[in-house]
Structures are given as structure tokens and as C-alpha cells.
């Protein structure tokens, strides 16, 4: 049973870029949820997608979005890359209501 | 608003040891709290979390941690300090079950042999 899986691994973007994150979760959840760790710091939520819609947001701008496709997969979006967006993104899966996330190894996104 | 605070970003026990990693809390509502350690290059893994019922949870790897409501803590204890127990660890809470975490900044766990 495959767990969570996250990709690309690693990818380098320039500022004002625009980068697209991929994420399969785990077989039987329905719930995904995006998050950003900078390097020293604890995850801060994105959002998190149940039933193809954003279900909540967390306090980031709108250059941050996402999709949910049918097969509970998810994509996060980052336009206009700043330095600051440089960070390892997580995903994790989950059953709604069930309240344990598993997560994936995470994307590393530097930005030059 | 809730917030996590995790006392010493770094921690260092001797192998053997009691391992003792400290976590707050502030909610206005009564928290689900959970611990997640993180192995170098690998995502968040789940040690024990707290929703309901009795308030000192079992976890994987041997950790434990009691949920004390009157000092808003959920501290992380393994009796015996293991070299593979080196990692970061994280706090984390929510108001709901399945709601965004609130994280704490994290604590890195060194074990000495």
C-alpha cells in the first residue's frame, strides 16, 4: 500500500516564476491538505481539499492555490515565486473526520 | 486564537535516559493535541495524539504523553532514550478532529551515547 507521494522532490525556481506541486494520497483517504515549512520552523497550514473543494484556508495570499481531482489527488500553485517562498511543502492525506494526517516526504522548493 | 509553544528547540539526553520534551498549548476550546517526529529528509510521522477520554496516551516507539488540562501541556516522555529516537519532534493542536494544526516550532532530540 503505497503511502503518500509527492513530486517533484526538489526544483529550483527563479522569482516571479510560477510552480505547479503534485500530490497522490494515500490509498482509501479523501482528504488532502497542504502545508509550508521553512527551515527551522514548524509546518504552517496552506489549505486542505475534501470533495474537490477548498474546505479551509490558512493566512496565505492568493499567489497560493490548489485543486482536487476526482481520484482525491492534489495539486498546489505558486505564482509570482518570492525568495520567501522557499520552503519544504508537505502534503498529507487523511479520512475526513478521522483527525490523523499521513504525510508525504515533502517537496523542496528553493527560489533564486 | 490557538499557538503552541515548545520548550528548547534542542534537547539532548543521554542513551538510557528519560527523554522529556515540553509542550503548551492555548485554546478557547477544548483541544484535540497531537506529537509528530520527523526524521532527517522525511515527512511527519504521527506518535500518539489526544481527542478524548483518558488523558495519558500510548504511542508508537514506546513514547507516551498526559494531557493536563489545568497547565494547558501535553509533554512527550520515553522512559528510555534510544540512538533511533534522534529526530525532531513536533506539538501540534486543533479544535476539531479533522481542522487545520497549529504547530509548534519544533524540538530536536540528540542522543548521546
Known amino acids: 500500500d503505497a503511502g503518500v507521494t509527492q513530486s517533484p522532490t526538489h526544483l529550483i525556481k527563479t522569482r516571479g516564476q510560477q510552480v505547479t506541486l503534485r500530490c497522490s494520497p494515500k490509498?482509501?483517504?479523501?482528504?488532502v491538505s497542504w502545508y509550508q515549512q521553512a527551515l527551522g520552523q514548524g509546518p504552517q497550514f496552506i489549505f486542505q481539499?475534501?470533495?474537490?473543494?477548498?474546505?479551509q484556508r490558512g493566512n496565505f495570499p492568493d499567489r497560493f492555490s490548489g485543486h482536487q481531482f476526482p481520484n482525491y489527488s492534489s495539486e498546489l500553485n505558486v505564482n509570482a515565486l518570492l525568495l520567501g517562498d522557499s520552503a519544504l511543502y508537505l502534503c498529507?492525506?487523511?479520512?475526513?473526520?478521522?483527525?490523523?494526517?499521513?504525510f508525504g516526504e515533502g517537496s523542496r522548493l528553493t527560489v533564486l | 486564537a490557538q499557538s503552541v509553544t515548545q520548550l528548547g528547540s534542542h534537547v539532548s539526553v543521554s542513551e538510557g535516559a528519560l527523554v522529556l520534551l515540553r509542550c503548551n498549548y492555548s485554546?478557547?476550546?477544548?483541544?484535540?493535541l497531537f506529537w509528530y517526529v520527523q526524521y532527517p529528509n522525511q515527512g511527519l510521522q504521527l506518535l500518539l495524539k489526544?481527542?478524548?477520554?483518558a488523558t495519558l496516551v500510548k504511542g508508537i516507539n514506546g513514547f507516551e504523553a498526559e494531557f493536563k488540562k489545568s497547565e494547558t501541556s501535553f509533554h512527550l516522555t520515553k522512559p528510555s532514550a534510544h540512538m533511533s529516537d534522534a529526530a525532531e519532534y513536533f506539538c501540534?493542536?486543533?479544535?476539531?478532529?479533522?481542522?487545520?494544526?497549529?504547530w509548534g516550532a519544533g524540538t530536536k532530540l540528540i542522543i548521546k551515547p
Open positions: 489526544y481527542t478524548t477520554g
Open positions: 501540534a493542536v486543533s479544535d476539531r478532529v479533522d481542522y487545520q494544526l497549529i
Open positions: 485554546s478557547s476550546v477544548p483541544p484535540y
Open positions: 498529507a492525506s487523511s479520512r475526513i473526520n478521522t483527525g490523523e494526517l499521513f
Open positions: 481539499y475534501y470533495e474537490e473543494e477548498e474546505r
Open positions: 490509498s482509501g483517504h479523501d482528504t
